[in-house]
């Protein structure tokens, strides 16, 4: 599974291609100013230098975005800067992106690399409005706008993230807590996966909104792409209940890998899909099956493996905020994956800015491996 990219395409049943990734560099800027340099972390180079015109460049091709609404696909352009990067807490030069982090606790995805990869610290923003409301918010243009910004220039050197699954959720299908139905507000095909006609102004704003989450993420990585870069990438969301859920109504619910756009975007950059239970990786809050579609996270291991060994679950009903913080092995696996794919990080790069400095003292104590996963097993 280690390097091997198997292409996933917008039917199903289609794919089961393998594209060997081994050998693809990251850009990995060495001086700030120098524009987009890279240092050799496998063997070819992608980057485009940083003025414009300047090396390869390619034609951001948006036919991906052809089934999403034009109402959404407005808030993808990127805006007039009125502020500086500082005022949302981006520093200069290169970043590894977690986006949609959650709350800054011990669950965390940047605890776990803190732990696990502590040299890869100095590089990481974690963006979540359960930190900052105002200056981690992904609807505001300006922030969207800067991230895009670092995309073009080559800074952003992963991107992490699982948007909003509320308005997506299974959850919508069933009875409330109050007794009343189900009201999901999303339906199965296109053009009802992007939120129902007719819902209330309080439904329309919330769905489009976990709509322009998803999008802006998908974006900022294909601007990337489009420049000439080559981050990592990593998308996470629910399982598609038409597969991995008993509801009687699962059929009829929406996924966002059932949309038009992210199985074109997923084709496009040759994205590796798993799916797999996140009980079986330590998650104690029930049997929550997710997919994963990545790029780049070569020691990944073979999650697809994995199922549920479990003969009870914690029966409490949980809400889709309860059941989004990734499980501990996730968590584990991508940091062991971040740290393999920019291993020029801990080989020194970047340097030069004192306040990331990376020390030598970590760089041969702390080598992360990809453990071999157990399933979990409760009595």
């Known amino acids: 599974m280690r390097g091997i990219n198997p292409a996933v395409t917008g039917k199903p049943g289609e794919g089961n291609q393998t594209h060997d990734v081994r050998g693809i560099n990251l850009a990995v800027p060495s001086k700030p100013g120098e524009g987009n340099i890279t240092q050799g972390v496998r063997g070819t180079n992608l980057a485009v230098p940083g003025n414009p015109g300047e090396g390869k460049t390619q034609t951001n091709d948006l036919s991906w975005l052809q089934s999403v609404p034009h109402r959404l696909r407005s808030r993808l352009i990127q805006e007039a800067l009125t502020t500086e990067p500082s005022d949302y807490g981006l520093p200069e030069g290169p970043i590894v992106l977690l986006l949609y982090a959650g709350p800054d606790n011990h669950t965390s995805l940047e605890m776990e690399i803190q732990r696990s990869t502590p040299w890869m610290t100095p590089y990481i923003v974690s963006l979540d409005i359960l930190r900052d409301k105002q200056?981690?918010?992904m609807l505001h243009g300006q922030l969207y706008t800067h991230l895009c910004n670092k995309a073009t220039q080559?800074?952003?050197?992963?991107?992490?993230?699982?948007?909003?699954?509320?308005t997506w959720s299974i959850l919508l299908h069933k009875p409330q807590q109050d007794g009343t139905p189900g009201h999901p507000l999303r339906g199965?095909?296109?053009?009802?996966?992007?939120?129902?006609?007719?819902?209330?102004?309080?439904h329309s704003d919330k769905t489009d909104a976990d709509s322009i989450l998803l999008l802006r993420m998908l974006s900022i990585?294909?601007?990337?792409?489009?420049?000439?870069?080559?981050?990592a990438f990593l998308l996470e969301h629910p399982a598609d209940p038409a597969d991995h859920s008993n509801e009687p109504s699962a059929h009829k619910c929406c996924s966002v890998w059932s949309t038009n756009a992210l199985l074109s975007f997923s084709e496009k950059h040759n994205l590796t899909w798993a799916t797999?239970?996140?009980?079986a990786l330590g998650q104690h809050n029930g049997a929550k099956w997710t997919t994963i579609a990545y790029r780049?996270?070569?020691?990944?291991?073979?999650?697809?493996?994995?199922t549920c060994n479990h003969t009870r679950h914690d029966s409490q009903t949980h809400t889709s905020a309860e059941l989004a913080r990734w499980s501990p092995g996730l968590n584990t696996a991508i940091a062991?994956?971040?740290?393999?794919?920019?291993?020029d990080l801990q080989r020194g790069h970047n340097t030069s800015d004192s306040s990331r400095t990376i020390g030598t003292d970590n760089?041969?104590?702390?080598?992360?491996?990809?453990?071999?996963?157990?399933?979990?097993?409760?009595?």
Not at 276 to 279: A, G, I, Y
Not at 296 to 306: A, K, S
């Open 135 to 137: 200056r981690h918010d």
């Open 154 to 166: 080559g800074n952003i050197l992963a991107i992490t993230g699982g948007p909003n699954c509320r």
């Open 188 to 202: 199965r095909h296109e053009p009802h996966c992007w939120g129902f006609a007719g819902l209330t102004k309080r």
């Open 221 to 231: 990585y294909d601007i990337s792409r489009s420049a000439g870069h080559d981050p």
């Open 276 to 279: 797999f239970p996140q009980c």
């Open 296 to 306: 780049h996270m070569e020691d990944m291991p073979n999650l697809n493996i994995l």
């Open 336 to 343: 062991c994956s971040l740290a393999h794919t920019l291993s």
């Open 363 to 379: 760089i041969e104590t702390h080598k992360p491996s990809v453990q071999t996963i157990h399933p979990e097993t409760e009595n």
